[in-house]
């Protein structure tokens, strides 16, 4: 039998990257998965609109009336230095990383059934700073502290609330709105260079930390699990003899 046979998520932002393999990873040991995105997925959802959220909570009771796991996935960010931001722009990051991802668990939190695990994205960058991703940043650590929040708030229902926050992870777009042929290659360069491990993660690897969380680490809540090769963790890269 497979593994997670019986088993049923959402993901959101499961349409690419991260969040494919994580669907992917879950739907070959057995478990049904709903995925949704912005232009795709098994539904079409836009996590800053509220309408959306409720249109998939009504989805996901019909499906499968409850679920073990959600991945609270969808992200959005952009390359910006501080002066050239606009107000479009930071409201876009934090309508979707935090506005969004709070809406969606409060919307969906109460089809997860009793005991299972909500799973959210944040990143590397939800701690110390980077002059590029000030914004990202930001709504990445308030994405954070929600998880601490919604892990108490679910604690009556052994519902367990953890965070997954990847490093520099080699999927199409690396979470970035926009991103330019010559910016992606600068972004990859960099990212080998910083990190202890020495390259980019994959999107599998960081899936396989989403499922860990969300069906084997049963006693552990309010987490953040590093994927990001050491870089966050104050190891030092090697450098050459």
Same mark, same amino acid.
């Given at each position: 039998?497979?593994?997670?046979?019986?088993?049923?998520?959402?993901?959101?932002?499961?349409?690419?990257?991260?969040?494919? @393999?994580? *669907?992917? =990873?879950? %739907?070959?040991? +057995? $478990?049904? /998965?709903?995925?949704?995105?912005?232009?795709?997925?098994?539904?079409?959802?836009?996590?800053?609109?509220?309408?959306?959220?409720?249109?998939?909570?009504?989805?996901?009771?019909?499906?499968?009336?409850?679920?073990?796991?959600?991945h609270v996935n969808a992200g959005f960010a952009k390359l910006e230095p501080f002066d050239a931001v606009t107000e479009a722009s930071y409201d876009r990051t934090f309508d979707v990383n935090t506005k969004g991802a709070f809406?969606?668990?409060? @919307?969906? *939190?109460? =089809?997860? %059934?009793?005991? +299972? $695990?909500? /799973?959210?994205?944040s990143s590397v960058a939800d701690q110390g700073g980077s002059p590029a991703m000030i914004v990202y940043g930001a709504a990445k650590a308030a994405a954070r502290s929600l998880v601490a929040g919604f892990a108490a708030a679910?604690?009556?229902?052994?519902?367990?609330?953890?965070?997954?926050?990847?490093?520099?992870?080699?999927?199409?777009?690396?979470?970035?709105?926009?991103?330019?042929?010559?910016?992606?290659?600068?972004?990859?360069?960099?990212?080998? @260079?910083?990190?202890?491990?020495? %390259?980019?993660?994959? $999107?599998?690897?960081?899936?396989?930390?989403?499922?860990?969380?969300?069906?084997?680490?049963?006693?552990?809540?309010?987490?953040?699990?590093?994927?990001?090769?050491?870089?966050?963790?104050?190891?030092?890269?090697?450098?050459?003899?």
């Amino acid at each position: 039998m497979s593994r997670y046979a019986g088993r049923s998520a959402v993901i959101l932002g499961g349409t690419h990257g991260m969040g494919e @393999a994580t *669907a992917a =990873l879950l %739907r070959a040991e +057995g $478990a049904e /998965v709903l995925v949704t995105g912005r232009r795709g997925g098994d539904v079409h959802v836009d996590l800053t609109r509220l309408a959306d959220l409720g249109a998939l909570a009504e989805a996901v009771r019909e499906r499968f009336g409850q679920v073990d796991l959600l991945h609270v996935n969808a992200g959005f960010a952009k390359l910006e230095p501080f002066d050239a931001v606009t107000e479009a722009s930071y409201d876009r990051t934090f309508d979707v990383n935090t506005k969004g991802a709070f809406f969606a668990v409060q @919307a969906l *939190a109460p =089809l997860v %059934r009793d005991g +299972g $695990a909500i /799973v959210f994205t944040s990143s590397v960058a939800d701690q110390g700073g980077s002059p590029a991703m000030i914004v990202y940043g930001a709504a990445k650590a308030a994405a954070r502290s929600l998880v601490a929040g919604f892990a108490a708030a679910l604690l009556p229902r052994g519902i367990r609330v953890n965070a997954v926050s990847p490093g520099f992870i080699d999927t199409p777009s690396y979470g970035i709105e926009g991103i330019s042929d010559d910016d992606r290659a600068a972004f990859h360069a960099v990212g080998d @260079a910083i990190t202890p491990m020495g %390259r980019h993660g994959t $999107a599998e690897e960081v899936a396989r930390a989403v499922v860990f969380l969300a069906f084997e680490a049963t006693f552990t809540t309010g987490a953040r699990l590093a994927v990001d090769g050491g870089l966050g963790e104050g190891i030092e890269a090697p450098t050459a003899a």
